[in-house]
């Protein structure tokens, strides 16, 4: 099992950045692909980022441009940097491994 610990969630003002940090328990981590995922409030969880061992990435059309998803495995753990920030972004985000889920981070954009 790889438990993960994520961080880096908070209040942000529009236009505003953020940076969200996914530590894995294990090196396991290394070996497998990871997602960071979105529940915005009464909706369900979408997939927004997804980085291969290689590094390569793919991104929903809603986050493209603004979002970053990048991976250091000699530290096993995963950043999804935030940038150009919209009210609309505001959701709980979760990083995945192989179905082993964060405990998600609250991430709201508002003036």
């Known amino acids: 099992q790889v438990q993960l610990v994520e961080s880096g969630g908070g209040l942000v003002q529009p236009g505003g950045s953020l940076r969200l940090a996914c530590a894995a328990s294990?090196?396991?981590?290394?070996?497998?692909?990871m997602g960071w995922y979105r529940q915005l409030p009464g909706k369900q969880r979408e997939l927004i980022a997804r980085?291969?061992?290689?590094?390569?990435?793919n991104y929903a059309d809603s986050v493209k441009g603004r979002f970053t998803i990048s991976r250091d495995n000699a530290k096993n753990t995963a950043y999804l940097q935030m940038n150009s920030l919209k009210p609309e972004d505001t959701a709980v985000y979760y990083c995945?491994?192989?179905?082993?889920w964060g405990q998600g981070t609250q991430v709201t954009v508002s003036s």
């Open positions: 980085i291969t061992l290689g590094g390569s990435t």
């Open positions: 995945d491994v192989i179905d082993n």
């Open positions: 294990t090196t396991i981590f290394s070996i497998h692909p």
